[in-house]
């Protein structure tokens, strides 16, 4: 499996942010994808998730009422809508896919938010 993100950049605080990750190869055995995020000087950690299957969904809860995964399953491809950026949320973006035969990752997307 192999996964490709897009839609990083720089946004003001306030702003909002959709990140794309489309994925390519044995999709099929994908149980469930994710975005985890890291800063500089911190450990990745997991922003949100989704199963493939029933859509189930989590989230940090420093993200939570602001940020919002999907799946387009016939794209194979999931969504991270970012809204009222803060600061804080500065860090690269991987996505993250597990499944049967293993788990992926992304090559991360860099989110810049100014104050």
């Known amino acids: 499996v192999q996964l490709v993100e897009s839609g990083g950049g720089l946004v003001q605080a306030g702003g909002s942010l959709r990140l794309s990750c489309a994925a390519s190869g044995s999709t099929f055995s994908l149980n469930v994808m994710a975005w985890y995020r890291q800063a500089p000087g911190n450990q990745r950690e997991e922003v949100a998730g989704?199963?493939?299957?029933?859509?189930?969904?989590n989230y940090a809860d420093s993200v939570k009422g602001r940020f919002t995964i999907s799946r387009d399953n016939a794209k194979n491809t999931v969504y991270l809508q970012m809204n009222s950026l803060k600061p804080e949320d500065t860090a690269v973006y991987y996505c993250?896919?597990?499944?049967?035969?293993?788990?992926?990752w992304g090559q991360g997307t860099q989110v810049t938010v100014s104050s």
């Open positions: 989704i199963t493939t299957e029933s859509g189930f969904t």
């Open positions: 993250h896919a597990a499944g049967f035969f293993g788990s992926y």
